[in-house]
Nanobody
């Protein structure tokens, strides 16, 4: 009943920038936390950044100062602006929403993932 749809992934050169967007759809009353995770080839998913409904941001050390997370509560949308990209940022990026309150219950949801490749 809750669907996350991502956009903005692609191929970028080192030092470049890319912006990701994720929209949560469905009969949603509210969303507590939203965030971005990534998974490199053969690795576990790792946290990139999260943001609470009140706007409190948290970042992985590896992306601090380069990435910025933001959200629009009225649109149930979370964004990730990625600057100064490095080859080690290459991964599938997943959008997450937790504490999603709907008429049928409270859920967590994941997006389908979008590929970000940083390469010359």
């Amino acid at each position: 009943q809750v669907q996350l749809v991502e956009s903005g992934g692609g191929l970028v050169q080192p030092g470049g920038s890319l912006g990701l967007s994720c929209v949560a759809s469905g009969s949603i009353y509210s969303i507590n936390g939203m965030g971005w995770y990534r998974q490199g080839l053969g690795k576990q998913r790792e946290l990139v950044a999260t943001i609470t409904r009140g706007g409190r941001e948290n970042y992985a050390d590896s992306v601090k100062g380069r990435f910025t997370i933001s959200r629009d509560n009225a649109k149930n949308t979370v964004y990730l602006q990625m600057n100064s990209l490095k080859p080690e940022d290459t991964a599938v990026y997943y959008c997450n929403a937790d504490g999603v309150v709907t008429p049928r219950g409270i859920f967590a949801s994941w997006g389908q993932g979008t590929q970000v490749t940083v390469s010359s």
